[in-house]
């Protein structure tokens, strides 16, 4: 572990701060309340900067999701991004809620707003999901039927990442090394005679592009719901056998390779074993 976690108000530390302060305004707040909340995203901006800048982002991010399961019993999907997980650290509240916080920051950060502009930002913007809709071609409502057809739609989408419809390799034409919050990648592609989809030219991979690919998304997959619900528990537990297949995999190679070297480092193939199982802990978290 790097010197630099070894500091007096870590940011793991600054996260639970705000948590403290989260739970607070839940319980005390309730006028004038808006403007609170407004100041604790700002808050939770901040940590997500400085936390996008850290040199140990990836180690604060295995720690708070093994934090969030643990001691929350939250798990995190895999697709999820590191602004909604650290999120959801900070609320340690419903999917629901984490979601619609994730939006508004990543929309502020999107649109050049620093976390001590924020309040001003989204008091300006006509409040919460005025900016949570920001990108977006049509205002929608905050209706828990849409935000459900979304979310539905973002587990679809994970599932597909272990069940994908098709695969192809890449070049270096195709890379887009900026992802400014998004997870997926998109590319503009054309059906020629030959029946083959041709891929053009790799798009921008921003949070807002993503956020209106998965609203329309959600239109097609969630056309039929009850349809859909059903298809996409039936394609998670189908993705979770492609996962646990993997890790079984992995755990046979670990274990071939720990009994050739454990005479030579003192490992043993239960140490090997216990490694491998936290690496798959974390991957179906």
Same mark, same amino acid.
């Given at each position: 572990? @790097?010197?630099?976690?070894?500091?007096?108000?870590?940011?793991?530390?600054?996260? =639970?701060?705000?948590?403290?302060? #989260?739970?607070?305004?839940?319980?005390?707040?309730?006028?004038?309340?808006?403007?609170?909340?407004?100041? *604790?995203?700002?808050? &939770?901006?901040?940590?997500?900067?400085?936390?996008?800048?850290?040199?140990?982002? =990836?180690? *604060? *991010?295995?720690?708070?999701?093994?934090?969030?399961?643990?001691?929350?019993?939250?798990?995190?999907?895999?697709?999820?991004?590191?602004?909604?997980?650290?999120?959801?650290? &900070?609320?340690?509240? =419903?999917?629901?809620?984490?979601?619609?916080?994730?939006? +508004?920051?990543?929309?502020?950060?999107?649109?050049?707003?620093?976390?001590?502009?924020?309040?001003?930002?989204?008091?300006?913007?006509?409040?919460?999901?005025? +900016?949570?809709?920001?990108?977006?071609?049509?205002?929608?409502?905050?209706?828990?039927?849409?935000?459900?057809?979304?979310?539905?739609?973002?587990?679809?989408?994970?599932?597909?990442?272990?069940?994908?419809?098709?695969?192809? =390799?890449?070049?270096?034409?195709?890379?887009?090394?900026?992802?400014?919050?998004?997870?997926?990648?998109?590319?503009?592609?054309?059906?020629?005679?030959?029946?083959?989809? #041709?891929?053009?030219?790799?798009?921008?991979?921003?949070?807002?592009?993503?956020?209106?690919?998965?609203?329309?998304? @959600?239109?097609?997959?969630?056309?039929?719901?009850?349809?859909?619900?059903?298809?996409?528990?039936?394609?998670?537990?189908?993705?979770?056998?492609?996962?646990?297949?993997?890790?079984?995999?992995?755990?046979?190679?670990?274990?071939?390779?720990?009994?050739?070297?454990? #005479?030579?480092?003192?490992?043993?193939?239960?140490?090997?074993?216990?490694? +491998?199982?936290?690496?798959?802990?974390?991957?179906?978290?």
């Amino acid at each position: 572990m @790097s010197n630099t976690l070894i500091i007096s108000k870590t940011l793991i530390g600054w996260a =639970d701060e705000v948590a403290s302060a #989260h739970e607070q305004f839940t319980a005390q707040y309730v006028i004038g309340g808006r403007i609170a909340l407004y100041n *604790l995203l700002g808050e &939770m901006m901040s940590v997500i900067d400085r936390f996008e800048s850290s040199g140990d982002r =990836d180690e *604060l *991010l295995s720690i708070i999701k093994r934090k969030l399961r643990s001691d929350f019993g939250i798990k995190t999907q895999k697709n999820s991004s590191n602004a909604s997980i650290l999120i959801r650290y &900070m609320t340690r509240t =419903d999917r629901k809620t984490a979601h619609v916080y994730s939006r +508004v920051i990543e929309s502020a950060r999107a649109s050049g707003v620093k976390p001590n502009e924020l309040p001003s930002f989204i008091e300006g913007a006509g409040g919460i999901e005025r +900016v949570r809709t920001l990108g977006e071609e049509e205002p929608t409502s905050a209706q828990d039927e849409n935000l459900e057809k979304i979310m539905l739609t973002e587990e679809f989408l994970s599932c597909r990442s272990e069940l994908p419809i098709a695969s192809f =390799d890449a070049n270096e034409l195709l890379e887009i090394q900026s992802t400014k919050g998004a997870v997926f990648s998109y590319f503009v592609c054309a059906r020629k005679c030959d029946g083959k989809f #041709h891929v053009l030219s790799p798009l921008p991979r921003t949070a807002e592009f993503e956020r209106l690919a998965t609203r329309h998304l @959600s239109q097609l997959v969630c056309e039929d719901w009850d349809r859909a619900k059903a298809g996409v528990a039936a394609l998670r537990k189908k993705a979770d056998e492609v996962i646990k297949a993997r890790f079984a995999e992995a755990e046979l190679a670990a274990a071939a390779r720990s009994r050739s070297e454990s #005479h030579q480092t003192g490992d043993t193939p239960e140490t090997t074993k216990a490694l +491998v199982l936290e690496d798959y802990q974390d991957e179906t978290a």
